[in-house]
T-cell receptor, first 115, second 112 residues
Framework: DGGITQSPKYLFRKEGQNVTLSCEQN?????MYWYRQDPGQGLRLIYY???????QKGDIAEGYSVSREKKESFPLTVTSAQKNPTAFYLC??????????????FGEGSWLTVV | GDSVTQMEGPVTLSEEAFLTINCTYT??????LFWYVQYPGEGLQLLLK?????DKGSNKGFEATYRKETTSFHLEKGSVQVSDSAVYFC???????????FGKGITLSVRP
């Protein structure tokens, strides 16, 4: 089935460690996104990528890094510089064309907890 | 910048009650508007969308109409079910890159 796969579902990180969240899509979408969800704050955009080998910072990029070496993959690294990384992370993807309004599809999310 | 404002929650209703969840927006240009739903422990699913003024999006008994004059996109359902219990997010997208700006979400609980 087509879709977006995020892994792992649950991840625990020690202080000072970098961790990488995986996101893979087989929808042939050009654009991919990473959002962070905190209780009562909705979703906030971390990074997005419109095409392979190109990505842009979102609203809260500090302490995160991404890569887009393949169309179907957009991993997110949460670095030790991210001061409050405990959150629910959502990966998403969409077609890219000149019209806004393309539906963005989401993965099931990854829970990251700092211990 | 672009923003979305949703009514404060949570909302608790009895089964078969009428639902309205308010959403207003501020945007440059002409945004597309969306409602997403999140069931417990899951990612977001698109519920409905509208891409131009006066369009009505509908799905699973839910409806929302794009009102440019009031910059609103209120979600309605005539008769809610227990299975509608979830978090509902209003969102908008402008420009060519389609990235979404979300409201804070509102939790709906429906009692049997």
């Amino acid at each position: 089935d087509g879709g977006i796969t995020q892994s792992p579902k649950y991840l625990f990180r020690k202080e000072g460690q970098n961790v990488t969240l995986s996101c893979e899509q087989n929808l042939n979408h050009d654009a991919m996104y990473w959002y962070r969800q905190d209780p009562g704050q909705g979703l906030r955009l971390i990074y997005y990528s419109q095409i392979v080998n190109d990505f842009q910072k979102g609203d809260i990029a500090e302490g995160y890094s991404v890569s887009r070496e393949k169309k179907e993959s957009f991993p997110l690294t949460v670095t030790s510089a991210q001061k409050n990384p405990t959150a629910f992370y959502l990966c998403a993807s969409s077609y890219r064309d000149s019209e806004a309004g393309n539906t963005i599809y989401f993965g099931e999310g990854s829970w990251l907890t700092v211990v | 910048g672009d923003s979305v404002t949703q009514m404060e929650g949570p909302v608790t209703l009895s089964e078969e009650a009428f639902l309205t969840i308010n959403c207003t927006y501020t945007a440059t240009g002409y945004p597309s508007l969306f409602w997403y739903v999140q069931y417990p422990g899951e990612g977001l699913q698109l519920l409905l969308k509208a891409t131009k003024a006066d369009d009505k999006g509908s799905n699973k008994g839910f409806e929302a109409t794009y009102r440019k004059e009031t910059t609103s996109f209120h979600l309605e359902k005539g008769s809610v079910q227990v299975s509608d219990s979830a978090v509902y997010f209003c969102a908008l997208a402008t420009g060519a890159n389609s990235k979404l700006t979300f409201g804070k979400g509102i939790t709906l609980s429906v009692r049997p």
